[in-house]
Nanobody, 112 residues
């Protein structure tokens, strides 16, 4: 059974930082393309960052230069380091594996 469990969300002031974690079981993160996505109220879910099995990363224009996706192969974890946070980054953040699995999401709220 595949499970993706996100953690690390919370309330932070604008300009602050947070690190999200995605703990995977039932799959091996280094063998999958893994991504972070987010959905704000009233908006569609959007891709934020992605890391391929080969370690290539890409980012949405809205977070480029502020967010970093990485993984810990030994711990089977995927991270999203978020910096210079803005109120418009407020959303539920979801971890996804390329095989089509999603986590339950973690709320990130950025206050102005």
């Amino acid at each position: 059974q595949v499970q993706l469990v996100e953690s690390g969300g919370g309330l932070v002031q604008a300009g602050g930082s947070l690190r999200l974690s995605c703990a995977a079981s039932g799959i091996t993160v280094r063998m999958n393309a893994m991504s972070w996505n987010r959905q704000a109220p009233g908006n569609e879910r959007e891709l934020v960052a992605r890391i391929t099995s080969g370690g290539i990363t890409n980012y949405s224009d809205s977070v480029k230069g502020r967010f970093t996706i990485s993984r810990d192969n030994a711990k089977n974890l995927v991270y999203l380091q978020m910096g210079s946070l803005k109120p418009e980054d407020t959303a539920v953040y979801y971890c996804q594996a390329s095989a089509g699995y999603w986590g339950q999401g973690t709320q990130v709220t950025v206050s102005s």
